[in-house]
């Protein structure tokens, strides 16, 4: 897709933890022709290159994740950038328990989250692109041309991850479960996790996925 000036699109897309913002990124890059850069897959490349380094987390240093770090890359995609740890695609590793429950930790060090960023920049230096994560419509970029904060009700929330995990409606007892363990993350995430103060609220709970999608790629439209 073209701009209306000489600097790529960048559309950014933030929001609480499993609001949809990969899933719902990755579409709209596709609706719009442009690649999709996922910020959290570089955390969580991370956080894997870290344990297979091993160690008990909690004697995990900065610099021992960020000396981890050097091992992960990005490959162009057809749609937008393949992980790569030590040179081998990682995105299944990255998806594991393990990467998930440390996945927070690593996020809060400053230094890798600059790192991270750095990254998300160069691969949007000359393409246009859709991403999502952590500060990218305030730290990362600033002046994109569309910033979309995502939100949605923590049971909401916790009822599409569950869907999305095992194919099928959370029990009650899973209902209940998955959204303390959101709500405990939320709490985990709110100072670092925070809308650009021109951001575009778009709230999901009673919208479809290809509605949010819609309305994301046409506010995008509307701003070349």
């Known amino acids: 897709m073209s701009s209306s000036d000489s600097t790529p699109l960048v559309v950014t897309i933030d929001g ?21 850069v996922d910020s959290g897959m570089l955390y969580r490349s991370v956080t894997a290159a870290r344990l297979r380094d091993g160690g008990a987390p ?10 981890a770090a050097r091992r992960v890359s990005l490959a162009p995609a057809s749609t937008g ?11 299944e590793e990255i998806r594991g328990e393990a990467v998930t429950a440390l996945v927070s930790l690593v996020a ?5 989250r600059a790192w991270v960023n750095a ?12 991403v999502d994560g952590r500060d990218m419509g ?3 970029f600033p002046d994109a041309r569309l910033k ?13 991850r569950v869907l999305q995990r095992t194919g099928r409606e959370p029990t009650h007892g899973e209902l209940e479960a998955e959204t303390a363990e959101l709500e405990a993350r939320d709490l985990k995430d709110r100072e670092q996790t925070q809308p650009a103060p021109d ?23 509307e701003r070349q």
């Not at 998300?120 to 246009?128: C, I, M, Q, Y």
């Not at 979309?148 to 599409?160: G, K, N, S, T």
């Not at 709970?205 to 995008?220: F, K, N």
């Open 58 to 67: 909690e004697h995990w240093t900065e610099q021992s994740v960020l000396d």
């Open 16 to 36: 609480p933890a499993a609001s949809g913002k990969s899933s719902t990124a990755g579409l709209v890059a596709a609706r719009l022709g442009v690649r999709h």
């Open 138 to 140: 305030t730290a990362v």
């Open 199 to 221: 951001a575009v609220w778009i709230d999901t709970t009673g919208i479809s996925q290809d509605e949010q999608v819609g309305r994301i790629a046409a506010l995008a439209e």
């Open 148 to 160: 979309v904060w995502l939100v949605a009700m923590p049971a909401e929330r916790a009822r599409r």
């Open 119 to 130: 990254m998300v920049r160069a691969t949007a230096s000359s393409h246009a692109v859709v």
């Open 81 to 91: 950038f393949t992980p790569l740890l030590d040179g081998v695609d990682c995105t």
């Open 108 to 112: 809060k060090m400053s230094h890798v």
